[in-house]
């Protein structure tokens, strides 16, 4: 079964910068899109940015945009989320996910596989 895991979370000031990485076990072209979903204490999985592999798109929360980047490395093996200008409501625990067809990119339900999440945290 395909695994992906994600790397790269850790604490940092508000104004700092992160890179997430997300490994898989194969390559990604086989699948429609990549995304990465964030899920702050109390609150519900949500969506932060996506790309699709074939059209190489991407997309973005409003929360995001403008201060996170989604890429690929040209192995397509990994996923890249580069984090910039961090704010503290930013802080929560950072998932990886597949979507294996064509979907919704702004939905959790629709991707088919999940890491096991990696934690930010931004101080103020």
């Known amino acids: 079964q395909v695994q992906v895991v994600e790397s790269g979370g850790g604490l940092v000031q508000a104004g700092g910068s992160l890179r997430l990485s997300c490994v898989a076990s194969?390559?990604?072209?086989?699948?429609?899109?990549m995304g990465w979903f964030r899920q702050a204490p109390g609150k519900e999985r949500e969506f932060v940015a996506a790309i699709r592999w074939i059209l190489d798109d991407t997309y973005y929360s409003d929360s995001v945009k403008g201060r996170f980047t989604i890429s690929r490395d040209n192995t397509k093996t990994t996923l890249y989320l580069q984090m910039n200008n961090l704010k503290p409501d930013d802080t929560a625990i950072y998932y990886c996910?597949?979507?294996?067809?064509?979907?919704?990119?702004?939905?959790?339900?629709?991707?088919?596989?999940w890491g096991r999440g990696t934690q930010v945290t931004v101080s103020s």
């Open positions: 194969e390559r990604f072209f086989r699948y429609y899109a």
């Open positions: 996910a597949a979507l294996l067809r064509v979907g919704q990119l702004q939905n959790p339900p629709e991707y088919n596989i």
